[in-house]
């Protein structure tokens, strides 16, 4: 069967709606085959110049985002005992470089948990993968003086 495609915004950093959005997907289509998480934020700059709330942001983006999408879909995924859920991660997952501690802690986080979940759910026939590319170019703003959040990549 083929679907329309549907276009739903999301931010991956607002915890608060991506189970809505992830209801919204079910009730429109029954069911997700493929699950994607390839949303994800970085900062540049040394530890003690990072603000919690900047580490918050990031582990939000790219750890808690992901792995709340996925148990908003998961269930669905069990019951029918097939899917596929893939993480498109960073090589910062498995090993850290200076001016990027936020980045790559959330990485290794999301590591870890995509790496627990492919053993949990090989009895349900689900498939998981975590892809860890090297650097890639990124869309980037030049922040303004003391604006730490245009120093986002997205």
Avoid at 6 to 31: F, P, T
Wanted: aromatic share 8%; charged share 20%; with cysteine.
């Amino acid at each position: 069967q083929t679907y329309a495609p549907k276009l739903i915004l999301l931010d991956i950093s607002d915890i608060s709606c991506i189970r809505d959005v992830a209801k919204e997907i079910l009730n429109c289509y029954g069911c997700v085959d493929i699950l994607i998480n390839n949303a994800s934020m970085k900062v540049k700059g040394a530890v003690q110049s990072i603000s919690l709330e900047l580490d918050k942001k990031i582990m939000d983006a790219n750890y808690f985002g992901p792995i709340t999408l996925t148990k908003a879909v998961l269930p669905n995924m069990i019951s029918r005992r097939t899917g596929q859920i893939v993480l498109i991660n960073s090589i910062q997952g498995k090993i850290g470089i200076p001016f990027r501690a936020a980045y790559a802690a959330s990485k290794h986080a999301a590591v870890g948990f995509f790496d627990c979940l492919r053993a949990e759910m090989e009895e349900f026939n689900i498939s998981v993968s975590t892809v860890n590319p090297t650097f890639i170019c990124s869309y980037h703003r030049q922040p303004a003086p003391g604006n730490w959040e245009a120093s986002i990549w997205k």
